[in-house]
């Protein structure tokens, strides 16, 4: 069955420092995406990053980047530099390819950053 | 511009009432999905569409109903049968069958209450 987890629940970071996200994934598709989302009290849903399972590089989007590594099925979010408006829930999510391409968009519990000033 | 835009924002639901959510895109995407969102809790789907006149089930569609008729629009409607129902409500939609990077596009979300 196709699952994302994130077993962090809360994070705290100190301004200006860097902060990892963890996320794992469960798939047996070999053809699948991977999104991060920010997602701010407001509730709207913010695209950060994607990495395709077949990238060779690991994604980079000005101070996101994702540590990807295949064998391990883990897709961690690394934001530098961190800012009080990076404060918000951080959600992994997966989209399948092939013949599980229904687009659906498979989405971990979820991370609540803290920046502290 | 493009996007999806959901109404209401904001919408208080009586014990034995059917509300119904609005959602609509004019980016022409086939495919539109509802997700419902507990506090504190990750997003799961309720309902999917990949082309008119046709939708699927998602992981928790017991006491919720939706309707296709249009490309734009993809309603969902809350009913006296869902127990539970106040949570934050997303819609979103996507290209069907495109590839993975293929991003989605979300509206800004409906809060419901049961009061």
């Known amino acids: 069955a196709q699952k994302i987890t994130q077993t962090q629940p809360g994070m705290f970071v100190q301004e200006k420092e860097a902060v990892t996200l963890d996320c794992t994934y469960d798939?047996?598709?070999?053809?699948?995406?991977l999104f991060w989302y920010k997602q701010p009290s407001s509730g709207e849903m913010i695209f950060l990053i994607y990495?395709?399972?077949?990238?060779?590089q690991n994604a980079t989007e000005g101070r996101y980047s994702l540590n990807f590594q295949k064998a391990r099925k883990s897709a961690n979010l690394v934001i530098s530099a961190s800012q009080l408006g990076d404060s918000a829930m951080y959600f992994c999510?997966?989209?399948?390819?092939?013949?599980?391409?229904?687009?659906?968009?498979?989405f971990g519990q979820g991370t609540t950053l803290q920046v502290k000033p | 511009d493009g996007g999806i835009t959901q109404s209401p924002k904001y919408l208080f639901r009586k014990e034995g009432q059917n509300v119904t959510l609005s959602c609509e895109q004019n980016?022409?995407?086939?495919?539109m999905y509802w997700y419902r969102q507990d506090p504190g809790q990750g997003l799961r789907l309720i309902y999917y569409?990949?082309?008119?006149?046709?939708?699927q089930k998602g992981d928790i569609a017991e006491g919720y109903s939706v309707s296709r008729e249009k490309k734009e629009s993809f309603p969902l409607t809350v009913t006296s049968a869902q127990k539970n129902p106040t949570a934050f409500y997303l819609c979103?939609?996507?290209?069907?069958?495109?590839?993975?990077?293929?991003?989605?596009?979300f509206g800004s979300g409906t809060r419901l209450t049961v009061v």
């Open positions: 999510a997966m989209r399948l390819h092939g013949s599980s391409n229904t687009g659906k968009l498979i």
């Open positions: 980016l022409n995407h086939d495919a």
């Open positions: 569409s990949q082309i008119v006149n046709d939708f």
């Open positions: 979103a939609s996507t290209l069907r069958g495109a590839d993975t990077n293929y991003g989605y596009t």
């Open positions: 990495q395709g399972s077949y990238d060779q």
């Open positions: 798939t047996s598709d070999p053809s699948y995406g």
